[in-house]
């Protein structure tokens, strides 16, 4: 073999360096994805509770004076939770304004005024509703990030074993 082929201790450390940062990087984004599909369960071990849909709006706003209006879509809704009578106003945990009205006009033709519909209900806390679920897409995307952490950390490996110059 000849000395060409013998990695330097410099460049092994930046190799084993660059594999730490990506598995490192890797894990962050694992467990973002994880937290998210956490959150998303969550809801669906909360009490599913009659409610009745009283009122359906989109508010549009402009977060700063030079930016394009925002719309979201505004749900209020009347349930009673252990004898108590309560108003949620969260379609989902997580709901995000769009710079489309006709997305936040879409949301809401699921829930006209007057409707019948279920709400979970935060046991723990029943102030707390939402009328859908968040979804569990982060579960079924989990594998790509772990993808990162293997190769930095095969990476790692592969440059820190013992090379020799036989």
């Not at 599913?48 to 030079?66: D, F, G, K, N, Y």
């Not at 009205?101 to 699921?110: G, I, P, W, Y």
């Not at 772990?146 to 790692?156: C, I, K, S």
Request: hydrophobic share 40%; aromatic share 10%.
């Amino acid at each position: 073999m000849s000395s060409a082929s013998v990695s330097s201790l410099p460049g092994r450390l930046w190799l084993a360096g660059m594999g730490l940062f990506l598995a490192l990087a890797g894990m962050l984004f694992t467990w973002v994805l994880w937290t998210s599909w956490q959150r998303a369960e969550e809801t669906r071990r909360w009490t599913a509770t009659p409610c009745r849909i009283i009122s359906a709006q989109v508010l549009s706003e402009r977060p700063t004076p030079h930016s394009n209006p925002a719309h979201k879509a505004s749900v209020r809704y009347a349930y009673t939770f252990e004898n108590q009578a309560l108003t949620g106003t969260q379609i989902k945990r997580v709901d995000s304004a769009s710079q489309h009205e006709e997305v936040a006009r879409k949301k809401l033709e699921e829930f006209p005024i007057g409707q019948e519909t279920t709400c979970y209900v935060n046991p723990a806390q029943p102030a707390q509703a939402v009328l859908k679920h968040d979804s569990r897409a982060a579960l079924y995307s989990i594998w790509f990030p772990l993808l990162f952490v293997l190769g930095g950390l095969g990476m790692a490996w592969n440059a820190m074993r013992r090379r020799t110059g036989v």
